[in-house]
């Protein structure tokens, strides 16, 4: 089955500075990859994703890009705010999503 | 639209006890997923319905868990006898289709469950 890995578990940024967030998956197969915020105490909400048929997607301050013969996709996010801190999911899967552990990021002011 | 619905939020329950939790997937929704995410970790799926069949369960433990989707909309999840180890938050998702051709999940509240 599926396997997700994700790194690092927590990331600490200035506001204004960049992060990113990397995954790996095992499972060919697997042809979407969406990415999930939460902040504590709420339910995972969608931010982005992709699909195997693309390599890149932008929407405004955040970015995902996606290497198949890698098997690995990463999350960027620009010009980070104190709102950006929350646990970020990256998810990869077929018929279902496989979700990696985690990764805390805290933005300072 | 509305999103998916469940309930309890929360839930206490000593070891040994059972419970159950609801969900109501977004209308139209055909595949419904229960996944059981432990702090500081991500949601691990338990099971996946397509309409009222069960499609994986493959982690689901079933000596102590069952879950059912009578009529295809609905679904419950039920534990029996519940372990400190379940203490989690247990969340329902729903899509529009089977596989991901239509995008990602929709995540409910979430239930979460403190066995003492």
């Known amino acids: 089955g599926e396997n997700v890995e994700q790194h690092p578990s927590t990331l600490s940024v200035q506001e204004g500075d960049s992060a990113v967030i990397k995954c790996t998956y095992s499972?060919?197969?697997?042809?979407?990859f969406p990415w999930y915020k939460q902040e504590l105490g709420k339910r995972p909400q969608l931010i982005i994703d992709i699909r195997s048929n693309v390599g890149e997607k932008k929407d405004q301050r955040i970015a995902v890009t996606l290497n198949k013969t890698a098997k690995h996709f990463s999350l960027h996010i620009t010009e980070t705010q104190p709102e950006d801190s929350a646990v970020y999911f990256c998810?990869?899967?077929?018929?279902?999503?496989?979700f990696g552990t985690g990764t805390r990021l805290l933005v300072s002011p | 639209e509305a999103g998916v619905a469940q309930s309890p939020r929360y839930k206490i329950i000593e070891k040994r006890q059972s419970v159950a939790f609801w969900c109501n997937p977004i209308?139209?929704?055909?595949?419904l997923y229960w996944y059981q995410q432990i702090l500081g970790q991500g949601p691990k799926l338990l099971i996946q319905f397509q309409n009222n069949g069960v499609v994986d369960d493959s982690q689901l433990p079933k000596d102590r868990f069952s879950a059912e989707r009578l009529k295809g909309v609905d679904s419950t999840l039920k534990i029996q006898p519940a372990k400190l180890e379940d203490s989690a938050v247990y969340l329902c998702?729903?899509?529009?289709?089977?596989?991901?051709?239509?995008?990602?999940?929709?995540f409910g509240s979430g239930t979460r469950l403190t066995v003492v």
């Open positions: 998702a729903s899509s529009p289709t089977l596989g991901t051709t239509a995008g990602g999940y929709t």
């Open positions: 499972d060919s197969a697997s042809n979407y």
């Open positions: 209308s139209g929704h055909a595949t």
């Open positions: 998810a990869a899967g077929f018929q279902k999503l496989v």
